[in-house]
């Protein structure tokens, strides 16, 4: 079995990597191959007991060997962010749908059609905080990222359709706890509301209590990626997008969790006033009804707590290192 | 007032300059200049009181002089249609896709944001016999013209929400009667069943009398065109695609309004059993609700027979010549 990560330095690229390595395995087959493809050259996952190759380049003019001849799975996770897409418009366009074109390019020259998986976002939806969305809700986007999504998703349902490969697209929730510093993204504060606490920091909280998002943990977007890799996809017919069973949460019950895992934490949390950031959000739809992934065997989402305690267990330390505290 | 129509010598684009020459005027406005735009440079219509500038190039690196300074309004009809972007995928691409984006970017250097009106197309939905598609229906495209366009669209609907431009997007019926002569796309018979006859020869029949389709005029959607480029938009909200009201009609109604026309016409069309052609056609959603573009005011189609009376008032004496039929 050999796999492709593009995108391998990303947040869930290296977690994904790491599993690999660790599971040695994939659907049952043992790995001969891993290669990993981001801007620069990505560190290997450790302990790995399979060649590693690890390539720096543009995914826009993807180098063949980030897809090498032979390969079975792709995992193209690499793309320009919301934030960054909205900044820089051109940049969003040649690394999410341009490097998507380039990632069908290259599939259609292997001599048999590798598996895709492709992870799309909620963020090319809208409807708001009333909005439950049904397996068939249509992608109006609300931002650049999301439209580039969108677009990148049907390329992929088509070449599919014509057997150049054969893609799995998640539309992933916005994913917490994310390690690492506060960001200009809007979804900054959602991750910060935990792992600032935790880290014993003050945030900021710019929307109200009751603000409700669609989430998932990391390690449960890593499950789904691996099932995505490995399910059968002939069941999902022309229709190659599947809105995974992540969890719809208010700020309330995320800072109730923090609290339970570490009582009073939430103390640290400071609700602001910031109506740029609240303008943005208030068109992310908040639940999903995520029936078509259930048949599809995609696991359920692991309870709130669960989530706080995995990422105290997986990442906390290596923040705070980071982050120079200590 | 400034036009310019990108794939002008097109069956739609030579018709909508005709009628902007017939009429000098848009939206209450006099016409200034019109520019045409195709791969050979568009012939100008008959007596514009105008000027008419006729330029030819590729979309895909769109010559600034095809939307002049100062246009207010860009028709964006230049496509790869459906037989031949299954045929060729990168010209598919190159041309719906490229030549969607280059048109994005000439528009941004504009001072000021014009009205683009960009025609999809039904070809952009599955669903079949059975659906009737209501407004909020996902495309889920069964051909790469479908999913091309569906992609052009949510790339203008984000351009349109950054101010690059202004968008209304047409998913257009199939449009019959073409002129011309029977080719290899699967929609030909459409056109052929009505075409033929009235010419005096007979046609071929690849599906069964009871099978519906979706149509409209040529007439009807020029009006349609001029409507969206007039219209406010801003009601459209970030949604910028509409389902014009176009006319779900079996191939047995299309029979009848003929003979209505020319008695006993229908005796020329030969029912043929034809798989390839049945297994295209049978994706294509046959009726849509299109509430939408009536509260919009999009104008409802005429009945099928003055269909067929417009085409051979505009169009059979110059068919019957061009095909030197005497
Ligand atoms: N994390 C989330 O909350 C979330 C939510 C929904 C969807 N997603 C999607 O999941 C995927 C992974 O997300 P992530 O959080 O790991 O993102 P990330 O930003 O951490 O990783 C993306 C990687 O892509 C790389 N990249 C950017 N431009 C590139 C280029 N031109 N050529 C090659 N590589 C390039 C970046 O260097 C980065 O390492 C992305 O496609 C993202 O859009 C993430
Ligand atoms: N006619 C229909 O039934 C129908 C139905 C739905 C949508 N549409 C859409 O409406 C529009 C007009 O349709 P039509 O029937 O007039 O199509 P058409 O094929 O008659 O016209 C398209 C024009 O685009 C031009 N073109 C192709 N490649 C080009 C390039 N690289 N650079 C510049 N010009 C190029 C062609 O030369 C042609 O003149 C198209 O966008 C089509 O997809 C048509």
């Known amino acids: 079995m050999r796999?492709?990560?593009?995108?391998?330095?990303?947040?869930?690229?290296?977690?994904?990597?790491?599993?690999?390595?660790?599971?040695?395995?994939?659907?049952?087959?043992a790995i001969s191959e891993l290669?990993?493809?981001?801007?620069?050259?990505?560190?290997?996952?450790?302990?790995?007991?399979f060649p590693v190759q690890c390539l720096g380049g543009d995914i826009a003019q993807l180098p063949p060997a980030a897809i090498p001849d032979g390969t079975d799975v792709v995992f193209h996770l690499a793309a320009v962010v919301s934030a960054q897409a909205e900044a820089d418009y051109e940049l969003g366009r040649r690394v999410n749908l341009r490097g998507t074109d380039a990632v069908i390019?290259?599939?259609?020259?292997?001599?048999?059609?590798?598996?895709?998986?492709?992870?799309?976002?909620?963020?090319?939806f809208s409807g708001g905080q009333g909005a439950v969305l049904a397996d068939d809700a249509r992608q109006v986007p609300a931002n650049?990222?999301?439209?580039?999504?969108a677009a990148a998703e049907l390329l992929l349902a088509d070449a599919s359709r014509r057997r150049f490969l054969d893609a799995?697209?998640?539309?992933?929730?916005?994913?917490?706890?994310?390690?690492?510093?506060?960001?200009?993204a809007?979804?900054?504060?959602?991750?910060?509301?935990?792992?600032?606490p935790l880290l014993g920091l003050h945030t900021d909280l710019p929307v109200a209590p009751d603000f409700a998002l669609w989430v998932a943990s990391p390690r449960r977007a890593v499950e789904w990626l691996l099932h995505a890799a490995t399910m059968d996809s002939a069941v999902m017919g022309i229709d190659r997008?599947?809105?995974?069973?992540?969890?719809?949460?208010?700020?309330?019950?995320?800072?109730?969790?923090?609290?339970?895992?570490k009582p009073g934490a939430s103390a640290l949390v400071r609700r602001v006033h910031d109506p740029a950031t609240e303008k943005i959000v208030a068109t992310w739809p908040a639940a999903f009804e995520a029936l078509r992934a259930r048949t599809?065997?995609?696991?359920?989402?692991?309870?709130?707590?669960?989530?706080?305690?995995?990422?105290?267990?997986?990442?906390?330390?290596?923040?705070?290192?980071?982050r120079g505290l200590g």
Chains 1, 2 share one sequence.
């Open 144 to 149: 650049s990222y999301g439209a580039q999504k």
């Open 35 to 49: 290669t990993l493809f981001d801007l620069q050259p990505p560190d290997p996952p450790p302990a790995a007991g």
């Open 105 to 124: 390019d290259r599939c259609r020259r292997l001599a048999a059609p590798p598996r895709v998986v492709f992870t799309s976002s909620v963020a090319s």
């Open 168 to 184: 799995v697209i998640l539309r992933l929730p916005t994913i917490i706890v994310r390690p690492g510093r506060p960001n200009k």
């Open 241 to 261: 997008s599947v809105n995974p069973p992540g969890m719809s949460v208010t700020v309330a019950a995320i800072l109730h969790a923090l609290d339970a895992v």
């Open 3 to 29: 796999i492709s990560i593009l995108g391998g330095s990303g947040f869930l690229g290296r977690r994904l990597a790491a599993r690999l390595a660790a599971d040695g395995r994939l659907g049952g087959r």
């Open 296 to 322: 599809l065997g995609f696991a359920p989402h692991e309870p709130l707590v669960e989530l706080v305690r995995a990422f105290i267990a997986d990442d906390l330390d290596a923040t705070r290192r980071e």
């Open 186 to 196: 809007a979804s900054s504060f959602v991750s910060a509301i935990l792992r600032e």
